[in-house]
């Protein structure tokens, strides 16, 4: 497999790109020149090594962005980001959601979420070499979990020092593998959270807009046991203590100001093939928008507003919102864009590219063709497998699906077991199992099983699963009265809604399961030899695409640096660092919109009414300009909301938006609506991050929450 050096090609390709490309900190160096013209202050040699500052305040929370802004671990993020550690406390009695919260001693935070965790990234090595040793005469299954046990070997060694997490993630299709070592903090307390008319400020309605005027940012605390180590939660904990954390300015930036995010973008879609993106865009984006509606509906017209159900399915709501309007985005710009024309181009002048050079035709000459084959393989019964991922979002389903999985995995040698199932992720496990107490109602997930169930029975009969088929008593002659009794059956009669039973579960043996008489157990009996054979067929597939998409990146790569264009990878739950401007755009023909919002905006747009309903003495405050020391002259009031050219994407939420010498200036949270699309390609006229104001941070703090104990720890730069 061909390693090719990417650093060469950066700087040549860096100052004709804008403001695209989400780098891997190793890369920065070779654009120190280009970073310092463009506002950089401190060295771009600091933001390559994870272990100085300010790389080591840059935290994940495993989905989220976080970082330290304080020396006792105290740590910043999205308000959506701490939503479900928010939602976990929250009762009717006690709405934190509704209310915020805030702790004025440590001994009144409370935990968060079970499972929750802070990762705090020390090294990154390359093991490239490592990974394919002895694999690449393999193929299919054999190459996938020989690839993985690979994987495998490699995390096992790299934490056998206790605390931490070790993960190999792939690059560029596999064409390169990185080992990242991080930091594992297993105790997190929620220190502090805006109420929602705050926090959420805006809600569905605004979501991906602008103009926005949210307060989208809460504080977790990291703790660890009083040698410094992580520990499990305990009241003898104290706060951990980070070798470095960010300064917050209280001065902010201006118009065109440079700016920096370090985060843990999630997913990107840069070098798909032109048939990968037309079905995307025509089916799957359509087809996942009506599910996501679908449920909210659902869940909403089950569980009363206010309820504790519906408390226990706001996270949920929240989340399928986002992306319901995310996919609506996709679909609608798409419409409007020539993205499957330049990637059919794409392909075409690759082609002839690869065509013209009989070296590159004896090392790429198949491999177009090939992904073609695979890409179209693996769509042949999308329909069927996105309806059983959705499935996935339901409790009782996927719980004893689990748990049985479980018993067989233990049967077997720790490293022969499926991710997931080792022994090192025990504790995410059980954590998975505690929280379903505050995630589950059995009205709610008997209604969603229902509906997924009714869709999946209108499937074409070669697209069914006999297994399934059988456990729920469907046939060619669907009968919704049927499975409805069959639901009500199943949810009378099993125990996993206690949360006693499901730890238990996850000590017994493959024939304890066999023998049980819960219904859901039985289901999961049932269909398990079927759904590993469908696994097996699956790997298959995933392993023969391991061994054409690497090619295939290896000569865009090598296209890509011929034409000067730049080379990145796409996103991949990674640390990354993406560099722009402060900056306004125009979202259509005869609009411009500036890159600030006010204080005196959320005024205007308050109806009392959620989602636009600030709180009452947030509205005097503003009506009586108490801006304080956050007044800035030039858009005379607080600003609230700005926006940059960051090319960032889902898993940056939270990420600290930095000026040029590494100080929080605000919090990433979204992006625009003509952005979504970004994920697919960066457009420099209407890619925009949007961030909260670390000033209006600040002055929500201090004025409205009354949050002077925080504000107190942290070195606010004025």
């Not at 940012?217 to 660890?224: E, G, L, N, P």
Request: charged share 25%.
């Amino acid at each position: 497999m061909k390693k090719w050096l990417l650093t060469v090609a950066i700087a040549a390709s860096f100052g004709a790109s804008a403001d695209e490309g989400m780098w891997q900190p190793h890369q920065l160096p070779a654009m120190a020149d280009e970073l310092k013209a463009k506002g950089l202050e401190i060295s771009a040699d600091s933001i390559s090594k994870l272990t100085e500052f300010p790389m080591n305040a840059v935290i994940s929370l495993g989905g989220c962005t976080a970082s330290f802004v304080s020396p006792k671990g105290l740590v910043v993020t999205n308000h959506h980001c701490a939503y479900g550690a928010i939602q976990y406390n929250s009762t009717p009695e006690k709405n934190l959601l509704k209310d915020g919260f805030l702790a004025k001693t440590y001994a009144e935070e409370l935990p968060a979420t079970p499972g929750s965790r802070i990762f705090v990234t020390e090294a990154v090595t390359k093991v490239t070499d490592k990974i394919t040793a002895g694999q690449m005469d393999k193929v299919g299954n054999d190459f996938y979990k020989g690839i993985e046990l690979q994987e495998k070997t490699l995390v096992a060694e790299c934490e056998k020092e206790d605390g931490y997490r070790c993960q190999v993630y792939s690059f560029h299709g596999g064409l390169e593998y990185y080992l990242v070592k991080q930091l594992e903090i297993r105790d997190v307390r929620l220190a502090y959270n805006p109420a929602a008319s705050v926090g959420k400020y805006g809600g569905d309605i605004d979501n991906w807009m602008w103009p926005r005027h949210t307060g989208d940012f809460s504080f977790y605390r990291a703790y660890v046991s009083k040698d410094g180590k992580p520990a499990d939660f305990s009241k003898d904990n104290v706060p951990y203590e980070p070798k470095s954390f960010l300064k917050v300015s209280a001065k902010g930036v201006s118009d065109g100001d440079f700016v920096m995010v370090a985060g843990y973008p999630g997913r990107t879609n840069r070098y798909r093939t032109a048939d990968e993106v037309k079905n995307q865009f025509d089916w799957a984006y359509p087809q996942g928008k009506e599910l996501q509606e679908s449920m909210i509906d659902i869940i909403k017209q089950t569980a009363a507003e206010g309820s504790d159900e519906r408390i226990k399915y706001e996270s949920l709501i929240a989340g399928l919102a986002n992306y319901a309007k995310n996919f609506t985005s996709m679909i609608e710009f798409y419409g409007k864009s020539s993205m499957l024309a330049e990637r059919v181009k794409v392909e075409t002048d690759l082609a002839n590219w690869i065509n013209q050079d009989k070296k590159r035709q004896q090392q790429y000459g198949k491999t177009l063709s090939s992904l073609e084959k695979l890409v179209a393989k693996s769509q042949q019964d999308q329909q069927r497998d996105m309806l059983l991922g959705y499935i996935g979002y339901t409790t009782m389903v996927t719980t004893a699906r689990n748990l049985y999985r479980l018993a067989h995995e233990k049967t077997l040698a720790d490293m022969e077991r499926e991710p997931g199932y080792q022994d090192r992720d025990m504790t995410n496990f059980t954590s998975s199992m505690e929280r379903i107490d505050r995630r589950y109602a059995a009205n709610v997930d008997k209604a969603l099983l229902a509906d997924l169930l009714t869709r999946y029975a209108a499937l074409p009969a070669k697209q069914r699963l006999a297994s399934l088929d059988k456990a729920f008593g469907i046939s060619d002659k669907f009968d919704a009265k049927a499975l409805a009794k069959t639901l009500d059956n199943m949810y009378a009669n099993t125990k996993l809604n206690d949360k006693a039973t499901r730890l238990a579960w996850m000590n017994k043996s493959v024939a304890d399961f066999t023998a049980s008489n819960d219904p859901f157990i039985q289901y999961a009996v049932q269909t398990f030899d079927a759904d590993m054979a469908r696994e097996k067929q699956q790997k298959q597939l995933e392993g023969e695409l391991m061994k054409v998409r690497p090619q295939y990146m290896d000569a865009i790569i090598a296209y890509n640096r011929e034409q000067g264009k730049p080379v990145y990878a796409d996103a991949n739950s990674s640390l990354r660092v993406t560099v722009g401007n402060v900056k306004g755009y125009s979202p259509q023909d005869g609009l411009v919109a500036v890159p600030f919002t006010r204080l005196e905006g959320i005024l205007a747009k308050d109806t009392g009414i959620d989602p636009f309903d600030a709180p009452a003495k947030e509205l005097e405050l503003i009506k009586q300009k108490q801006y304080g020391d956050y007044y800035v002259k030039a858009i005379d009031s607080v600003p609230v909301n700005f926006l940059s050219t960051l090319d960032t994407t889902g898993g940056n939420s939270g990420s600290p938006t930095l000026n040029g010498r590494a100080e929080l200036v605000g919090l990433l949270f979204d992006g625009v609506y003509e952005s979504i699309i970004g994920d697919w390609g960066y457009d420099p006229q209407t890619n925009r991050s949007i961030q909260v104001d670390s000033r209006y941070m600040l002055w929500v703090m201090q004025y409205l929450d009354n949050a002077d104990n925080l504000l107190a720890e942290m070195d606010i730069v004025k």
